[in-house]
């Protein structure tokens, strides 16, 4: 008979701190952690799922805040969708942790570029295929996400000008030049919205 589990073991604790809250299956196995004793902890109620093959240390998941929370899946769902994904819209804002308002969305959402991946909406996240120059690119904690100034404008298009006003002020605060936005809203000069952000 197998004692109960009632803590993440060491080993397991370790490999979560040193991804920074997330473990994969890839990972876990690359440091003798077979997924069968992954199933085992997810049983015991001590690790959940955030993506596919992605795991987060349950306690850690519960006690963080909501928006807390939506970075660990965002960074998890961008991380199973290939290297060519990076966090956007409100995921991107959860992973560089800029100023949110209300309550997170429910899934996370990653851009990659047209032709390397099909739109779609999947269990542990929404995947939109949209032009993305690599000057759009960046990389935060490990994760691919959006740049602030393409974070800004796609967001101040789509979203409420207010929210959109808001981010922009802590983006420009931070150290993004007005130039990175006008070259973001140039760009995508065409697209819906774009004259709302401007």
């Known amino acids: 008979m197998t004692a109960h589990l009632s803590r993440l073991p ?4 370790e490999l979560l701190a040193l991804g920074g ?3 994969t299956v890839g990972s876990a196995q690359a440091a003798g952690v077979t997924r069968p004793r992954l199933q085992r ?3 015991a109620d001590l690790l959940v799922q955030l993506a596919y093959g992605t795991y987060a240390g349950r306690e850690d998941y519960e006690n963080a805040s909501p928006w807390q929370a939506f970075a660990l899946r965002s960074r998890a769902f961008a991380a199973v969708c290939g290297p060519e994904a990076h966090a956007a819209g409100w995921s991107a804002v959860a992973v560089r942790e ?3 308002v209300g309550r997170p969305p429910e899934k996370p959402v990653v851009v990659v570029p047209p032709g390397s991946r099909a739109d779609g909406n999947y269990a542990f996240g929404d995947i939109r295929a949209v032009a993305l120059p690599p000057e759009h690119r960046t990389v935060v904690d490990g994760c691919p996400t959006l740049t602030d100034a393409r974070l800004v404008v796609d ?3 789509t979203e409420d000008r207010e929210q959109g006003l808001v981010l ?4 420009l ?4 030049m007005m130039d990175d936005l006008r070259d973001v809203l ?3 000069r065409r697209w819906p919205g774009v004259a709302e952000a401007s």
Do not use: N, Y
């Open 10 to 13: 060491g080993d397991v604790e």
């Open 21 to 23: 809250g997330l473990l």
């Open 41 to 43: 902890l997810v049983r």
């Open 98 to 100: 800029l100023p949110t």
């Open 155 to 157: 967001l101040t298009r």
């Open 168 to 171: 922009a002020d802590a983006v």
């Open 173 to 176: 605060a931070a150290g993004t």
């Open 186 to 188: 140039e760009m995508q």
